[in-house]
């Protein structure tokens, strides 16, 4: 489904091994295992064909989100909303595949879902209706 539609949900994913589940616990195991151990960087592994990350200058080939960091200026620390991006596009290679591993939530936490969107489809659809701004895509 990702090569072919670009995104793929994936739920009820098991929590890390030695966890009940409780978010201390999930936190923990997080932290303390390897990158080869995470589930995303296993998945990144099985579908890069070559069994390696390839992105890890500037974040690291896994980088964990951890709202409430202290000293951090990242909005990824950060509990508020972001309007719909594209991650690293400035990189002269921007990454093919992101996976985005949700360990834990506690239950009050509100908000922190995901919104995918189609650019080949918006693209699609900007030349029907606005031929000439999308042009101007192509040219910039």
């Given amino acids: 489904s990702v090569f072919r539609d670009g995104a793929a ?33 296993r998945v990144g592994r099985a579908m ?11 974040y690291g080939n ?7 960091e202290r000293g951090s200026n990242n909005v990824a620390y950060t509990s508020d909303g972001l309007c ?10 921007p990454p093919g ?18 919104i995918l969107i189609d650019a080949m489809a918006a693209a699609h659809r900007l030349r029907e209706v606005r031929r000439g701004s999308f042009e101007c895509l192509l040219e910039w």
């Fill in 84 to 93: 719909p991006h594209q991650d690293l596009a400035y990189y002269e290679s």
């Fill in 97 to 114: 595949v992101q996976i985005l591993h949700c360990a834990a939530v506690g239950s009050k936490v509100r908000g922190g879902e995901s």
């Fill in 48 to 58: 890069s064909g070559t069994g390696g990350l390839s992105h890890g200058a500037l």
């Fill in 62 to 68: 896994v980088f964990h989100v951890r709202v409430g």
């Fill in 9 to 41: 949900i994936v739920t009820n994913a098991p929590h890390s091994a030695g966890t009940d589940g409780e978010i201390p616990g999930v936190c923990e195991s997080v932290a303390s295992m390897s990158e080869s151990e995470l589930p995303a960087g």
